[in-house]
């Protein structure tokens, strides 16, 4: 391949070598030409052996001396001008090899057969990451928990040093390359059988657009995580196959919504995500008027949301180029001014207003509007739009009511989706519920396990199941969801566990909050909120069949086998 560091190689040294290769010849042919004396005073020609021997180590300046005789004035002269000849060649040799050494291409070239080694080598799941930064980097950590391996693509060869800076276990394979380059991406191993995901959630939309298409068109197999800011891209993504795309300004302002009319549902998604707890006090926002300060996609979502249930809003918006045609809207108060002055927040009614939203993309300026709107009206619910995770700190000690970080919302989107997708799949059901069923299944959970029950899921299948595979497939019995609600200590007590969902793609299947006395089917995947113990014990019996026959009859049985009828 031209692009090979052998190539390079090759190309580079080709002129030093055959410089070399003249060198020793030239001084080889006129030690064999000239006659020498032996000990004897006898005439002799030196071997080719010889003379290629002499050439080598004269060449490299080491010297051993004269051989295999001493020399006669004519092959001394010889060899002084050999000398000057053999090692210039070599120090034009060593000097192109140093150079070549430092040459970017070939450096690239070196890194890239390393990190295609690398993934060849994989033999386990993996998910490729393109581009590295705080949010990757906590993507990356979380996968890395899991059985999944990652391969990251950077451009930025500041951000592939910090990548390998953290040496990370296991090994992470990096690659400075542009990641929606086709080369680029199949080096990454876009094309293997154990490539799972690829994830994508660079800030722009177009760039991300392009990466789904290159990846698609090379296999549209896999499962793709893309970021989205606009309903325009995350169609044009939908219409290409993208199986997960995530607008976080779009997840905000649902946010909001539920926080306004369903604080239960929003409870469960935060507990789900793993940023709360089910005895968290209720993110309620109270309805009456609303001041948004920044106009741009999470602004233009959050009014949607407003303008959909009838909430009362007004716009501070800086850039007079942003106009009401940005949004289908009847209902849209603008105001055009820095929303941190005090006459313009009056203006648009701060002393009237339930709750102000600092939605900019300038963590300062946010907070910086939110501390001014607070000494205007005292009482007034203050959100913030939290652009960089790394200022958490500050907003939390700015006394934020809430805080909705982009970035955070991506980390917990993108996770579940490809690492928990029954999780994700969960939330989807979510918030098309009402909340006085959120508040009863806040409840149930809190009643049954306690204030932050762990999410388990359990697949059944011959090789992860094969007790209940045995008895449901082979034996033909029906086993139903009751088969995991007992302790294995004893057949009358329960564990501490909610079954949360059941689907099956090949079924078609997806229940919501099951019932006990549902029958289970093969490839049923099973959402459960339980503790430790309870996790523990459903593995025992999906996977031991004499455990699976105490729970089913309450007898002990020590000599039973596997295949036998229960």
Known sequence: MRNSALWIVLQKMRMPFLVIVSSYTISMTGLLLIDGVDASG??????????????????????????????????????????????????????????????????AQIAQSRFKRQVDSLRESFVIILGYNYTTSQIINIINETENRVVVIEQDQAKVDALILENHTPHIAVLKANSYDAQTLELAGIKSIFCKAVVALYKSDELNLRVALAVKMLNPNVVLAVKSTTQNHTDNLKDLGVEVVENPFKIIASHIKLALNAPNILKL??????????????????????IISGFGRMGQAIHNIFDKYNIACEVIEIDSNVSKSDIDSINLKLHYGNSDDKDMLKVA?????????????????????????????????????????EDFSIFKNANIDHIFMPGKILINKTTNALIKPSADKFIRHLSKKDEAWGAALVKKLIQTIDENPELHVLHLTKD???????????????????????????????????????????????????SWGEILQEDDKI????????????????????????????????????????
């Open 269 to 290: 998604e935060r507990w789900i995500y793993q940023i709360g707890k089910l005895n968290d006090p209720l993110p309620i926002l109270p309805h009456g008027k609303y």
């Open 349 to 389: 009614g701060i002393d009237r207003s339930v709750a102000i939203i600092a939605g900019t993309n300038d963590d300062t300026v946010n907070i910086s509007i939110l501390k001014t709107a607070k000494k205007l009206n005292p009482n007034i619910i203050t959100i913030a739009r939290e652009n960089h995770i």
């Open 464 to 514: 992860i199941t094969p007790a209940i595979y045995e008895e449901m497939v082979l034996n033909k019995q029906d086993i139903r969801l009751e088969v995991f609600k007992s302790s294995l200590k004893n057949r009358a007590l329960s564990n501490n566990i909610v079954p949360l969902m059941i689907y099956n793609g090949k079924a078609k299947k997806e229940i919501l909050l099951p």
């Open 42 to 107: 006898n005439p002799y020609q030196m071997s080719i052996f010889d003379a290629f021997y002499f050439v080598t180590y004269t060449a490299t300046t080491i010297g051993f001396g004269e051989t295999p005789y001493e020399f006669t004035y004519s092959q001394r002269m010889w060899v002084s001008a050999m000398i000057y000849i053999s090692v210039i060649s070599w120090f034009y040799a060593i000097g192109t090899l140093v150079s070549l050494l430092q040459d970017k291409v070939f450096l």
């Open 527 to 566: 959402l459960f909120a339980c503790d430790q113990y309870a996790i523990d014990e459903i593995e025992d019996i999906a996977q031991n069949i004499y455990e699976l026959h105490y729970v089913l009859t309450g007898e002990e049985k020590s000599n039973f086998k596997l295949g036998e009828k229960i």
